[in-house]
């Protein structure tokens, strides 16, 4: 059985690769914290939020994340793909998560405000109804990616075919229309 925590605060905390294993965290706080280094193994996150945190390259295969908030938070070259899908309810605000993967996750509804998302991997991922508000999506990938009902409308530098991502009811700016037209050689001026 995890060890359980309710309603705590952590600040300033550099954890090491097994010091969160077997754990629930629930309506818990987490401020300026280094996961860098961990390798999780069974731990659950309710209803918290993490504020100005850094997963660079967490191993975070066996996570679950029920309604967890990542504000000004670093989350470069992390695999969400093996998270516990059961609930799976994150929202980024201001982060990096350049080079992450959400490969074949359903994450619908999920926001990404302000958030650089460069190279980030959403191949096969079911993208409907979440919202990139101001984001910069150099490179990332939507291959046969579901992005019914999504906004792109504020954001930019992403490139996406049409013929391999669904986008029925998607939003983009005009100012956006070169990244759906790109594979097709067409000039938008």
Excluded: W
């Amino acid at each position: 059985m995890p060890e359980y925590f309710l309603d705590i605060e952590y600040e300033n905390s550099i954890y090491d690769e097994e010091e969160v294993n077997f754990k629930e965290f629930e309506c818990c706080t987490f401020t300026n914290c280094n996961f860098s280094q961990c390798v999780f193994v069974a731990v659950t996150f309710i209803d918290c939020i993490f504020n100005d945190c850094i997963f660079n390259n967490a191993k975070i295969n066996y996570v679950a994340f029920r309604t967890v908030v990542f504000n000004r938070c670093e989350i470069k070259g992390v695999n969400f793909a093996m998270c516990d899908k059961l609930i799976f309810e994150i929202a980024f605000n201001n982060c990096i998560l350049d080079f992450s993967k959400f490969y074949t996750l359903k994450i619908k509804g999920t926001s990404f405000t302000n958030c650089s998302i460069i190279a980030v991997d959403f191949m096969s991922t079911d993208l409907t109804e979440v919202i990139f508000d101001n984001c910069d999506l150099y490179r990332s990938e939507f291959a046969k990616a579901i992005a019914n009902k999504s906004n792109f409308k504020t954001s930019y530098n992403y490139t996406i075919d049409p013929k391999i991502t669904k986008l029925k009811k998607a939003v983009f700016a005009l100012e956006g229309l070169k990244g759906l037209l790109y594979k097709h050689e067409i000039l938008v001026q």
